[in-house]
C-alpha cells in the first residue's frame, strides 16, 4: 500500500472521529440544558468516601458510607428534607452527635416540624465534587432543600480541564463508574479529645499561612479561583432548578477571620501588612456573586465573631476545625437562617 493511500485512509478515519466526537458533544449540549444528565458528572469524590459500617469515634457510618442515620430514598409525606454537602468541616472533625449538621437537624424539627437533614458531607473534597454529589446521591433523595456548607479559606476551586468539554466529561465519568471503593477510616474508634492539637505551633501556622491566599487583595490567581468556584455554584443551582429543589450556601467562617493573634501571625509569616490582607474578602465576594446569580446564601461570621469577641474558644487548638462550642454556634446560626425558608415552603 502506497505511503499516499495510507495518508487518505487516516484523513478519512481523523476526519470521521472528529465529525463523531462534534456530533457527540452537540448531543449532550442539548441533554445537558434540558435535564440533568448523572453521566457528564465523575464520581472523584468516591476516593474520600467513608467506609461503611467502620466507626467514627463511637458512631457507626451508614451503610451508604456517610456520617449519619441510614438514609430512606422514599421521602413521608409532609416532610421537609434537607441534603447537605461539605468537606472534613461537615463531615465532622467532632464525633457525630456533635456535629453543627446533626445539631441543626435536631434545631430545625424543633424550630419547623416535620423536618430531617441527610449529611453527605465527605473529607477532602470541593466544589467541584459537591456538584457531582448533588447530581449522582444528593437528588435521589428527593431533598426541598440542597445546603452547600463552603469551607471559606479552602474551598477556591480550580474548574477541572474536562468540565469544559461536555465529551471529556463523559469519559472521565464512564472512566470512573469502572472504578470501585472500598472506603476510607477517618478517625477509627478512638475517644475525642476536644483540646487536643492536630498540628506543633509552627506547624499549625504554616499551614494557615498557606490556606490564607484567599484573604490577599488583588491577587488574578485567586480572581480565577473564585470564577471557577462560582462555575461550580452555578451548575449546582441549575440542576436544582431542574429539580424544583431550593439551594443554599453557608459560608462556614475560619479561625483566622476572628483570632487577630492568627491573623498577625501569618501576617508577619508573608512579612507584608494589613492593608495587603482582607480577611473578609471571601465573604463579601461570595455573598454579592450568588446574590447576583438568585442563589441563597448564609453567613454566620458575625455570630463567630461575636463570640470570639466576647473570649469564647470556637476552634480545636491548631486545628482549623470547630470545637464542639463552634459546632453549636454554626447550628444556631444556620438553624435561624434555615427556619424562616422552611416556614416560607410550608406556607405555600
Same mark, same amino acid.
Request: a positive charge.
Given at each position: ?43 472523584? !469524590? =468516591? +476516593?474520600?468516601?467513608?467506609?461503611? #459500617?467502620?466507626? @467514627? &469515634?463511637?458512631?457507626? *457510618?451508614?451503610?451508604? /458510607?456517610? $456520617? ?49 437533614? !441527610? =449529611? +453527605?458531607?465527605?473529607?477532602?473534597? #470541593?466544589?467541584? @465534587? &459537591?456538584?457531582?454529589? *448533588?447530581?449522582?446521591? /444528593?437528588? $435521589? ?208
Amino acid at each position: 500500500m502506497s505511503v499516499r493511500r495510507i495518508i487518505k485512509i487516516f484523513a478519512a478515519v481523523l476526519g470521521s472521529i472528529i465529525a463523531f466526537m462534534v456530533i457527540l458533544e452537540a448531543i449532550l449540549f442539548i441533554c445537558d440544558k434540558i435535564t440533568v444528565c448523572p453521566f457528564l458528572f465523575d464520581k472523584r !469524590y =468516591n +476516593l474520600y468516601r467513608s467506609k461503611p #459500617g467502620s466507626l @467514627d &469515634y463511637d458512631f457507626k *457510618i451508614n451503610s451508604q /458510607g456517610f $456520617k449519619d442515620a441510614e438514609f430512606v430514598e422514599k421521602k413521608a409525606p409532609g416532610t421537609y428534607r434537607i441534603v447537605a454537602v461539605g468537606d472534613s468541616n461537615a463531615f465532622g472533625t467532632v464525633p457525630y452527635k456533635y456535629n453543627f449538621l446533626t445539631i441543626l437537624g435536631g434545631l430545625l424539627k424543633k424550630k419547623a416540624g416535620n423536618c430531617e437533614l !441527610y =449529611n +453527605l458531607g465527605t473529607p477532602c473534597i #470541593g466544589p467541584h @465534587d &459537591y456538584l457531582s454529589l *448533588i447530581v449522582h446521591e /444528593g437528588i $435521589k433523595y428527593d431533598p426541598d432543600l440542597v445546603l452547600v456548607c463552603l469551607t471559606i479559606e479552602d474551598d477556591l476551586s480550580s474548574r477541572k480541564w474536562y468540565t469544559m468539554i461536555r465529551t471529556a466529561s463523559l469519559f472521565k465519568s464512564l472512566y470512573d463508574a469502572l472504578k470501585g471503593y472500598e472506603g476510607v477510616v477517618v478517625h477509627g474508634p478512638r475517644i475525642y479529645n476536644d483540646s487536643e492539637p492536630a498540628f506543633t505551633g509552627p506547624g499549625f501556622i504554616a499551614y494557615t499561612t498557606s490556606k490564607s491566599d484567599v484573604f490577599h487583595k488583588n491577587n488574578p490567581r485567586i480572581k480565577k479561583k473564585f470564577d471557577d468556584t462560582f462555575y461550580y455554584l452555578e451548575r449546582m443551582g441549575e440542576v436544582c432548578a431542574k429539580k424544583n429543589i431550593e439551594l443554599a450556601v453557608v459560608f462556614l467562617t475560619a479561625e483566622i477571620q476572628v483570632n487577630e493573634e492568627l491573623q498577625k501571625s501569618v501576617l508577619k509569616g508573608f512579612g507584608t501588612g494589613r492593608g495587603d490582607y482582607d480577611f473578609l474578602q471571601p465573604d463579601r465576594i461570595f455573598g454579592e456573586g450568588l446574590s447576583k446569580r438568585g442563589i441563597k446564601h448564609i453567613n454566620i461570621y458575625p455570630d463567630f465573631s461575636r463570640a470570639a469577641d466576647g473570649g469564647a474558644r470556637l476552634f480545636i487548638p491548631r486545628n482549623v476545625h470547630y470545637n464542639i462550642a463552634g459546632n453549636r454556634l454554626a447550628a444556631e446560626a444556620i438553624s435561624r437562617e434555615l427556619s424562616g425558608i422552611i416556614k416560607k415552603h410550608n406556607h405555600r
